[in-house]
Nanobody, 124 residues
C-alpha cells in the first residue's frame, strides 16, 4: 500500500516555473510506475509524465514535452515534476498516481492509488 500527497501548486504568470512534489508512504513505491496527471474543469483527466519504477524510463505528453521533467527518489519515496515555461493551458489540478506494478500506462484507470491533487494556475 502507498499513500500519496502532492504539494507545490501555486498561481504563476505565463513563462514561470513550478516544482511539484509527491510524498509517498508505504512499502511499494519503489516497485511502482509513477505518473503525473492533470485535470482541468470540464476536461478528462490526462497523463502528463510517467516514470518507471527504477527511474530509467520516462515519457511525456506532447503538450509538455521539453518543458516538464519528471523524476523520482526511491530512497526518499518522492516524486517530482519540474515545470518551466508554463502556459495558460497548463492550468489544472495536478495529481500523482501509482500504478499496480512497474509497467507504465497512459490510461488513468491503470493507476489505483492517487494523491489529493495540487492546483496549478497560470495567468496569461
Amino acid at each position: 500500500q502507498v499513500q500519496l500527497v502532492e504539494s507545490g501548486g501555486d498561481s504563476v504568470q505565463a513563462g514561470g516555473s513550478l516544482r511539484l512534489s509527491c510524498a509517498a508512504s508505504g512499502d511499494t513505491f519503489s516497485r511502482s510506475c509513477m505518473g503525473w496527471f492533470r485535470q482541468a474543469p470540464g476536461n478528462e483527466r490526462e497523463w502528463v509524465a510517467l516514470i518507471s519504477a527504477g527511474g530509467d524510463n520516462t515519457a511525456y505528453a506532447d503538450s509538455v514535452k521539453g518543458r516538464f521533467t519528471i523524476s523520482r527518489d526511491n530512497a526518499r519515496n518522492t516524486l517530482d515534476l519540474q515545470m518551466s515555461g508554463l502556459k495558460a493551458e497548463d492550468t489544472a489540478m495536478y495529481y500523482c498516481a501509482a500504478a499496480n506494478g512497474g509497467r507504465c500506462y497512459v490510461a488513468p484507470n491503470k493507476y489505483d492509488r492517487w494523491g489529493q491533487g495540487t492546483q496549478v494556475t497560470v495567468s496569461p
